[in-house]
C-alpha cells in the first residue's frame, strides 16, 4: 500500500470534525492499509485519516510490532477516570514538536471494527492516551488546543523553526 503525504499544520483540515464511516468496503480497507504505512513511515504510533486530507472516523494505532495494530473506526469516548497522567504528545502533521498534556489515565471507548462490528473497549495508561489524542483529531480539536496559549504559542514558534 502506498505511503500518502501527511498534511502539515496549520492546515485547516487538522481542526476539522470528521463525518462517520457507513460503507465498509474495500476502498475503507485500503485507507486503513495506507494510514499503517504512512504512520510507520512518518513515524508514529497513531494517525487519523485526516491526518491524510480525508475527513473520516478512521484510527490506526500501533504502539509497538509485538503489540499489534490496532483499527477503530467511528471511535467515541463513554467514560474516562478522574485521574489523569501527564505524557508527552505531537503529531505527524507537525514532526519535531511535543509538549506534555494531562488527560484522563483511564478511559471506556466504543467503536466498530473494519468490518462494521461494534465494540467497546477499556484502556489504561499510554494506550489511553493515544486513542484520546486521535479521538480528539477526529472531532477536529488539534492536540495544540489542549495547552494553554502561552504554550501553544511557543510551540507554533519553534514550529515555524523547524520547518524552514
Known amino acids: ?50 491526518h491524510i486530507g480525508v475527513l473520516k472516523r478512521v484510527v490506526v494505532i500501533e504502539l509497538s510490532r509485538e503489540d499489534g495494530i490496532r483499527t477503530y473506526i467511528n471511535p467515541q469516548l463513554l467514560w474516562s477516570s478522574e485521574e489523569t497522567m501527564r505524557h508527552m504528545e505531537g503529531s505527524v502533521s507537525m514532526p519535531g514538536v511535543t ?17 462494521g462490528a461494534g465494540h467497546e473497549e477499556q484502556a489504561e495508561d499510554f494506550l489511553a492516551i493515544c486513542i484520546q489524542h486521535e479521538i480528539d483529531q477526529l472531532d477536529g480539536i488539534f492536540w495544540l488546543q489542549r495547552l494553554s496559549k502561552l ?4 510551540l507554533i514558534k519553534k514550529w515555524e523553526k523547524v520547518r524552514r
Open 99 to 115: 509538549e506534555e498534556i494531562a488527560r484522563p489515565k483511564a478511559i471506556r471507548f466504543s467503536y466498530q471494527d473494519i468490518h
Open 1 to 50: 500500500m502506498p505511503v500518502r503525504p501527511i498534511i502539515r499544520f496549520p492546515n485547516p483540515l487538522l481542526q476539522t470534525a470528521c463525518t462517520s464511516v457507513t460503507t465498509f468496503d474495500d476502498d475503507l480497507r485500503a485507507l486503513a492499509a495506507d494510514l499503517l504505512d504512512t504512520m510507520r513511515n512518518a513515524p508514529g504510533v497513531g494517525i487519523t485519516a485526516p
Open 151 to 154: 504554550k501553544r504559542d511557543r
